[in-house]
């Protein structure tokens, strides 16, 4: 339970506030060598990704990140859709990414949201 208990606290940036809840009551019922595995995942800070979309958004990179090469080849042949796709994504990443890790939390513990 404390292991469950200092992951949440350390890794709460990571995981949009309304998931929070079932990602506790989901770890809280897993044996301790189970969550000792979310260790090793490699969580996208959404802040770090915001950051990135501001400067380089224009050039895709923001999704290269994320794990979506199709946008990301699209934003870089195009701009960044003449910098309307750009300032989109200024308000989407953020919760793409704590959507990706919400998921690799799901699928590393062979759960289903």
């Avoid at 929070?20 to 090793?40: A, R, S």
Wanted: aromatic share 8%.
């Amino acid at each position: 339970m404390q292991t469950v208990d200092m992951w949440l606290a350390t890794n709460s940036k990571y995981f949009a506030p309304e998931n929070m809840p079932l990602i506790k009551q989901k770890l809280e019922n897993l044996p301790e060598d189970k969550v000792t595995l979310l260790y090793t995942l490699n969580l996208k800070d959404p802040t770090i990704i915001l950051i990135v979309s501001l400067f380089g958004g224009s050039l895709g990179i923001d999704r290269f990140m994320l794990g979506d090469t199709g946008m990301g080849v699209g934003k870089l042949l195009t701009l960044g859709g003449c910098g309307i796709w750009a300032i989109v994504d200024w308000f989407l990443v953020m919760g793409r990414a704590r959507e990706l890790n919400f998921q690799a939390v799901m699928q590393t513990l062979g759960l289903h949201a």
